[in-house]
């Protein structure tokens, strides 16, 4: 169903009046961002930053794997490594569509295909923010009540892909196909049976 929501994104944004809400989006969000709330959304959209919370996770994994006295809760930190690499690059430079506010023309840039380096679809940003917090939810699944899990699993994603958005770092379009890429990935670590994570990943 994931891969379903993936094609169906995509296949729309080749129709005019889905390029136009991405287009109108941006155009919005420019005309309403005063310094303070610009300052604001760059502060939050930081939540997603991947390098950040891939280190996060692994530190995490580390003293989990302490305690537990096993290395295998290191191993999801690495899947979680390997397939956010191994399935966001690939199809950003398959797609290589235009970022906002590119030198582009606007009926060009918000296309697929329509610049060689470019790297906008689909955010890495929102599939980061979900399969990191995520991550680290599984890792901490013992010690974190469910309501807290769920805020700190939701709530990011959801920030994340508000400010990349309002900030014009991705169109709209690029965050529901993040969307789509990160539970998929998120949900493929959750439901493997880690050793040392085997009572915890069902439910995490």
Same mark, same amino acid.
């Given at each position: 169903?994931?891969?379903?929501?993936?094609?169906?994104?995509?296949?729309?944004?080749?129709?005019?009046?889905?390029?136009?809400?991405?287009?109108?989006?941006?155009?919005?969000?420019?005309?309403?961002?005063?310094?303070?709330?610009?300052?604001?959304?760059?502060?939050?959209?930081?939540?997603?930053?991947?390098?950040?919370?891939?280190?996060?996770?692994?530190?995490?994994?580390?003293?989990?794997?302490?305690?537990? /006295?096993?290395?295998?809760?290191?191993?999801?930190?690495?899947?979680?490594?390997?397939?956010?690499?191994?399935?966001?690059?690939?199809?950003?430079?398959?797609?290589?569509?235009?970022?906002?506010?590119?030198?582009?023309?606007?009926?060009?840039?918000? /296309?697929?295909?329509?610049?060689?380096?470019?790297?906008?679809?689909?955010?890495?940003?929102?599939?980061?923010?979900?399969?990191?917090?995520?991550?680290?939810?599984?890792?901490?699944?013992?010690?974190?009540?469910?309501?807290? /899990?769920?805020?700190?699993?939701?709530?990011?994603?959801?920030?994340?892909?508000?400010?990349?958005?309002?900030?014009?770092?991705?169109?709209?379009?690029?965050?529901?196909?993040?969307?789509?890429?990160?539970?998929?990935?998120?949900?493929?670590?959750?439901?493997?049976?880690?050793?040392?994570?085997?009572?915890?990943?069902?439910?995490?």
């Amino acid at each position: 169903m994931l891969l379903a929501g993936l094609a169906a994104v995509t296949g729309l944004v080749a129709l005019a009046p889905v390029r136009s809400l991405d287009l109108a989006v941006r155009d919005i969000s420019d005309a309403h961002r005063p310094d303070w709330a610009e300052n604001t959304a760059e502060l939050l959209n930081r939540l997603g930053s991947g390098g950040l919370l891939a280190a996060a996770a692994l530190l995490i994994a580390v003293v989990v794997a302490l305690v537990r /006295r096993s290395p295998w809760p290191i191993a999801p930190v690495v899947a979680a490594f390997l397939l956010t690499g191994i399935v966001i690059q690939p199809l950003k430079l398959l797609f290589h569509r235009a970022a906002p506010h590119s030198t582009l023309p606007d009926d060009i840039e918000v /296309r697929l295909f329509s610049q060689p380096d470019g790297l906008s679809y689909p955010s890495g940003h929102a599939v980061n923010t979900i399969v990191w917090y995520g991550l680290i939810c599984l890792l901490l699944a013992a010690w974190l009540r469910p309501a807290l /899990r769920t805020w700190v699993r939701w709530v990011p994603p959801i920030v994340v892909g508000f400010t990349a958005t309002y900030l014009g770092y991705h169109w709209l379009t690029d965050m529901f196909a993040g969307l789509c890429l990160g539970v998929l990935i998120d949900r493929t670590i959750a439901r493997t049976p880690w050793p040392a994570l085997r009572e915890t990943a069902v439910g995490a």
